[in-house]
């Protein structure tokens, strides 16, 4: 598919004041924002359809131990109850659950995208795009970015990305791209490295290297799980490292109004309980890393929104997994939300309340959390917001 998409510059932010280029997009229409920014958003997006049920369960529902034989018994049996929603986190989501009870995290069980077709590229691409449509000239964030033109100092977006995703395409001002990793050694299996290891085996560096081996290792058959569906995105194992490291550069840089971080490994058809039991601490850890390495006095300024492309089927398959779905979890952190809270309802797991008794319905579009989170953080107004993100439900006062 041809987006005609304008490249941006793409380079390291390896310093503090930076400076960005400026200019409108051709024909843009996009109303200047207030000159002092009241805040900052980070948008995570989890590439492969997070399993949001798994999370997440609705433990108060008596459908879900026979549509979920193996996946939700641990959070029937363990959960770590969310007061007042009728949900409970897997065992493996302590982080997040800690979060939600410090009331710096919300919830959003059946957010998502118009498509329908449950394929990964076309509703990425409705993600990214952000304007309800599967093509596209420009990606949000850059919308975003374009909108932020007129306040003091240059408009600043950071990805800490290893490549240039759609989201960010079609400014045409510079986009800073600073990609992250983990704590992984990538070397090729052969006599050098034999060398390495018998050279270093006697002592404490030894552990080190093998250590950062078995990281890299673990790395890499995580980013295996869903090559395809990650597009290139970083396998979650890294990813409390390279929060903290993302934190302490957005931390020392409050013009970094805007970030993006992408990560893959989600497309859970069959073992899931193990990929994701693993996978959960990663991303809480990750959550707290932010928080810690923001300090509080930018937390209180931050939202963390994150995302997915779908949801997966309410039914487990028969490999103890789940097949592409519909409707997803979504979840809001921050220092100064409005925490502890479901939000947009949840309508039960009967076959009438699901999306051709199979999925999760869609109940909360997208763009009204994303559409939110900037007006909150960024001070668009009505009108730059749909115009940032075209055919956003709803209509809100200023």
């Known amino acids: 598919m ?67 034989p193996t996946l939700a018994r641990q959070a029937l049996e363990n959960g770590i109850p969310l007061t007042g929603t009728g949900f409970s986190a897997h065992p493996a989501a302590r982080e997040l659950a800690e979060l939600f009870a410090a009331r710096e995290l919300s919830f959003a069980p059946t957010t ?9 590229f076309q509703a990425q691409d409705l993600f990214e795009l952000g304007n309800g449509k599967p093509h596209g000239e420009s990606g949000l964030l850059a919308r975003a970015q374009q909108a932020l033109i007129g306040r003091a100092g ?22 800073e791209i600073a990609p992250l990793s983990g704590s992984g050694l990538k070397m090729r299996q052969d006599k050098a490295l034999d060398a390495i290891r ?18 890299q290792a673990e790395i890499d058959a995580q980013q295996g799980m869903d090559a395809k569906a990650a597009r290139g995105a970083a396998g979650l194992n890294g990813f409390p490292g390279m929060a903290k490291t993302a934190a302490g550069m957005l931390s020392a840089n409050p013009r970094l109004s805007l970030a993006f971080i992408e990560l893959g490994g989600f497309d859970t058809h069959a073992g899931e309980e193990n990929a994701l039991a693993r996978a959960l601490p990663l991303l809480g850890q990750g959550l707290l890393a932010l928080r810690e390495g923001l300090g509080r006095r930018e937390w209180q300024r931050t939202q963390v929104l994150v995302c997915t492309e779908f949801g997966r089927t309410v039914r487990e398959n028969g490999t103890q997994g789940t097949d592409h779905g519909h409707g997803s979890l979504a979840l809001l952190a921050g220092g100064a939300i409005a925490g502890g809270r479901l939000l947009g309802g949840f309508d039960g797991l009967s076959d009438a309340a699901l999306n051709e008794k199979r999925d999760l319905p869609v109940r909360v579009d997208w763009r009204s959390l994303i559409g939110q989170v900037l007006m909150d953080t960024q001070g668009f107004d009505w009108r730059t917001t749909q115009a940032v993100l075209p055919g956003i439900p709803g209509r809100q006062k200023d």
Request: aromatic share 4%; hydrophobic share 40%.
């Open 112 to 120: 998502g995208t118009p498509d329908t077709s449950r394929s990964h």
């Open 2 to 68: 041809t987006h005609h998409l304008t490249s941006c510059t793409r380079r390291q932010l390896l310093q503090q004041g930076l400076a960005l280029g400026a200019g409108l997009l051709p024909g843009s229409r996009l109303l200047a924002a207030p000159q002092r920014p009241p805040g900052r958003m980070i948008l995570i997006f989890l590439r492969g359809g997070f399993d949001g049920l798994f999370a997440f369960a609705p433990t108060a529902d008596h459908r879900l131990a026979s549509l979920r």
């Open 154 to 175: 240059p408009p600043a977006l950071i990805a800490f990305t290893g490549n240039q995703p759609l989201i960010l395409q079609g400014s045409d001002s510079p986009i």
């Open 198 to 215: 018998a050279m270093h085996g006697q002592h404490k560096s030894g552990s080190a290297i093998e250590q950062a081996l078995s990281t």
